[in-house]
Structure formats: structure tokens, C-alpha cells
């Protein structure tokens, strides 16, 4: 870590807890202001990092750029909501790029992918049937799209034996899985929260991999 993502990283903080205090108060111009913020110091903070592999690092930006659009569209109303979700996809596979570079470990691979498959089969499965009796049918394809690529790249992750790289897409998993559960099952007042500060801290997580 340099001297200036250090200085990043703690610009990324501030936003992030500021983020997380306005999804609680429901103050969304000030999340307008806070939610990108927070990925773009982000963003900064992985570009000025002394990485292991620089073109693991590309791949990773990569993904959290998508990420940050992903997070904008999903600002916006309700019909870019797909958008938001594409965008979210497509950052899972630059994810899953930049974590297959990385040396591979297979008993830590075969335990991601016993967790996933187990996630899949109780909330995954869940989400999917709650998507299909509700008003957004024509969701089904998508979502399961979506958790097709995010469970690919918590496999990804689980498979370089890296902690911070298994901790951040994990939380990552369980952020997405409580904001479509909240969003297609049971909407819970401390889900949004819940979605946001699991949603920071895993993209933390994958960032700090990276050194």
C-alpha cells in the first residue's frame, strides 16, 4: 500500500459509513452523493496500491468500475433496474478473470464450490421461486443469469486460498442475496443497511487481495 491509497483508503471509509448512515435514515440525496463516492475511492485506492500482479489488479478495476455503474443504474428508477443488475453481472466476470489468474488451490475450490452449491439449493433456490410468483417474472432469466456468474466468482475466490479474496466475495454474496431477498421475498427494515455495509466491506475484501 502507498502513502496515497492509504489516504484513499480512509476517504473510501468515510464515505461508505456516511453511506451506510443515510441508507439507515432513508436520506437518498445524500446516498446520490455518498453510495458512488464510496466505490470511486475505492476504485482510487486500487490503482495507487503496489499490487502482486498488475494484470490481476486490471481485471480487478475492471470490475469494481462495473461495479460503480452498477451502483449508479440501481440509483435510478425502477426500469434501469436491469441495467443495474447487467452491469453487476458483467463486473462478477472481470472478477472471476482476475481471480482464475491467480494460482489455484483445489480442495480450496471444492470447498467454494460445496458452500455455493449449498446456498444455491436453500436461499438461491428461494429467490428464484419467490421472483417467479411475483410481479417480476420476466426477472427469472435474469436472475438466475446473475447467480449463475456471482457463484461462479465465489468459487473463483474460494479457489486462490486467499482470505481476504474468500472473506470479500463472500460478503459480497451475502449482500446480493439480502438485497434480492429483501427485494423479492420479504422487504426487512434492516435490510438495506445489511445489503450496503456487506456490499463495502466485500469489495473491500477482493481490493485488499490484491497486495
Same mark, same amino acid.
Given at each position: 500500500?502507498?502513502?496515497?491509497?492509504?489516504?484513499? #483508503? *480512509?476517504?473510501?471509509?468515510?464515505?461508505?459509513?456516511?453511506d451506510?448512515?443515510?441508507?439507515?435514515? !432513508? /436520506?437518498? !440525496?445524500?446516498?446520490?452523493?455518498?453510495?458512488?463516492?464510496?466505490?470511486? *475511492?475505492?476504485?482510487?485506492?486500487?490503482?495507487?496500491?503496489?499490487?502482486?500482479d498488475?494484470?490481476?489488479?486490471?481485471?480487478?478495476?475492471?470490475?469494481?468500475?462495473?461495479?460503480?455503474?452498477?451502483?449508479?443504474?440501481?440509483?435510478l428508477? @425502477?426500469?434501469?433496474?436491469?441495467?443495474? =443488475?447487467?452491469?453487476?453481472?458483467?463486473?462478477? %466476470?472481470?472478477?472471476i478473470?482476475?481471480? !482464475?489468474?491467480?494460482? /489455484?488451490?483445489?480442495?480450496?475450490?471444492?470447498?467454494?464450490? *460445496?458452500?455455493? #452449491?449449498?446456498?444455491?439449493?436453500?436461499?438461491?433456490?428461494? %429467490?428464484?421461486?419467490g421472483?417467479?410468483?411475483?410481479?417480476?417474472? @420476466?426477472?427469472?432469466?435474469?436472475?438466475i443469469?446473475?447467480l449463475?456468474? %456471482?457463484?461462479?466468482?465465489?468459487?473463483?475466490?474460494?479457489?486462490?486460498?486467499?482470505?481476504w479474496? %474468500?472473506?470479500?466475495?463472500? =460478503?459480497f454474496?451475502?449482500?446480493?442475496?439480502?438485497?434480492?431477498?429483501?427485494?423479492?421475498?420479504?422487504?426487512?427494515?434492516?435490510?438495506?443497511?445489511?445489503?450496503?455495509?456487506?456490499?463495502? #466491506?466485500? !469489495?473491500?475484501?477482493?481490493?485488499?487481495? =490484491?497486495?
Open positions: 500500500m502507498t502513502a496515497t491509497s492509504w489516504a484513499l #483508503l *480512509a476517504v473510501m471509509l468515510a464515505f461508505a459509513v456516511a451506510w448512515w443515510a441508507t439507515w435514515v !432513508q /436520506r437518498p !440525496q445524500v446516498r446520490h452523493v455518498t453510495k458512488p463516492a464510496t466505490l470511486a *475511492a475505492l476504485i482510487g485506492v486500487a490503482v495507487t496500491l503496489t499490487p502482486v498488475p494484470t490481476i489488479r486490471t481485471w480487478m478495476v475492471v470490475g469494481l468500475v462495473l461495479s460503480l455503474a452498477g451502483d449508479v443504474f440501481l440509483m428508477p @425502477e426500469r434501469w433496474f436491469v441495467a443495474g =443488475l447487467g452491469s453487476f453481472l458483467l463486473g462478477h %466476470i472481470a472478477y478473470v482476475g481471480l !482464475q489468474l491467480a494460482p /489455484r488451490s483445489l480442495g480450496w475450490t471444492l470447498l467454494g464450490l *460445496a458452500l455455493v #452449491l449449498a446456498a444455491v439449493a436453500t436461499v438461491g433456490r428461494r %429467490i428464484v421461486l421472483v417467479a410468483a411475483g410481479d417480476h417474472r @420476466e426477472m427469472v432469466g435474469p436472475v443469469a446473475y449463475v456468474v %456471482i457463484s461462479a466468482m465465489v468459487v473463483s475466490a474460494f479457489g486462490t486460498a486467499g482470505l479474496a %474468500i472473506a470479500g466475495a463472500s =460478503l454474496y451475502a449482500s446480493d442475496a439480502t438485497l434480492a431477498w429483501n427485494r423479492f421475498l420479504e422487504p426487512r427494515r434492516f435490510g438495506p443497511l445489511a445489503v450496503m455495509v456487506t456490499y463495502h #466491506l466485500g !469489495q473491500l475484501g477482493l481490493v485488499a487481495w =490484491l497486495v
